[in-house]
Every structure is written in C-alpha cells, then in structure tokens.
C-alpha cells in the first residue's frame, strides 16, 4: 500500500513538473496564461455567475491540455523523426489545430461572458 501512494505522489510530481516545462518551454503556452489571469480577472470584477465561471474555467483547461498534448506531440515527432516526413507534418498540424479550435472556443466564451459586460459598462 505504501508503494502504491508513493507511486502515486511520484505521478503528481512528474505532471507538475511538465506544467513547468510546459510554461518555460513554450511561449504559447505564456500567451494562454495572460490570457486566462486576464479571464480571470475579468470574471472577477464583473462578478460572473457559477455558470459563466464553469464555461471560463472549462476553456481555460481545455486549451491548456490540448497546448500540452500539442507540444508533446511536436517534440516526441522532432525525436522519432530528425528529417522532413510528410505524416508527421500532418500529424503536428493537427495536433496544432487543436490547440486553435480550443483557443477560438475559448475566445467565443469570453466574448459571451464579457462582451456585453464591457458594453453595460462603458454606457453607464
């Protein structure tokens, strides 16, 4: 039993240390972050409901997961593959329009949220 909570601690550690890498290895990723603290923010001051926060917060782990599966991807096939390979083109330009489906995803639930917000707002 010891062993297995150890093994899964172990676990824990490794996938922190891959958010680390993650944001020092990969500037879109940087780009994400100031977006999402800007989401956050953003959520804050205009006091979303539980429903909007569930939206934000779901895109927000959406186009951080598939960035990291993308870069994943990106680097396993710069191994496997030192040469120019058709497939493998493909396969991290798929990878990559995950990351910006997701990101236009995320962009449409923000501009939902805080679109009409900003709008209220600015005509007070």
Same mark, same amino acid.
């Given at each position: 039993?010891?062993?297995?909570?150890?093994?899964? /601690?172990?676990?824990?550690?490794?996938?922190?240390?891959? =958010?680390?890498?993650?944001?020092?290895?990969?500037?879109?990723?940087?780009?994400?972050?100031?977006?999402?603290?800007?989401?956050?923010?953003?959520?804050?001051?205009?006091?979303?409901?539980?429903?909007?926060?569930?939206?934000? /917060?779901? =895109?927000?782990?959406?186009?951080?997961?598939?960035?990291? /599966?993308?870069?994943?991807?990106?680097?396993?096939?710069?191994?496997?593959?030192?040469?120019?390979?058709?497939? /493998?083109?493909?396969?991290?330009?798929?990878?990559?329009?995950? =990351?910006?489906?997701?990101?236009?995803?995320?962009?449409?639930?923000?501009?939902?949220?805080?679109?009409?917000?900003?709008?209220?707002?600015?005509?007070?």
């Amino acid at each position: 039993m010891a062993s297995y909570i150890k093994k899964r /601690i172990a676990s824990f550690r490794y996938a922190f240390q891959g =958010v680390a890498t993650l944001f020092r290895e990969t500037p879109n990723a940087l780009i994400h972050l100031i977006m999402a603290i800007l989401a956050v923010l953003l959520g804050l001051f205009f006091s979303i409901s539980a429903t909007e926060w569930l939206a934000v /917060i779901i =895109v927000i782990g959406l186009v951080f997961a598939l960035e990291s /599966i993308n870069t994943s991807i990106e680097i396993l096939a710069n191994v496997v593959v030192r040469e120019r390979n058709e497939s /493998i083109k493909k396969v991290k330009d798929l990878a990559a329009a995950g =990351v910006l489906l997701a990101s236009i995803a995320a962009l449409a639930v923000g501009m939902l949220v805080f679109l009409p917000k900003i709008i209220e707002l600015f005509l007070k």
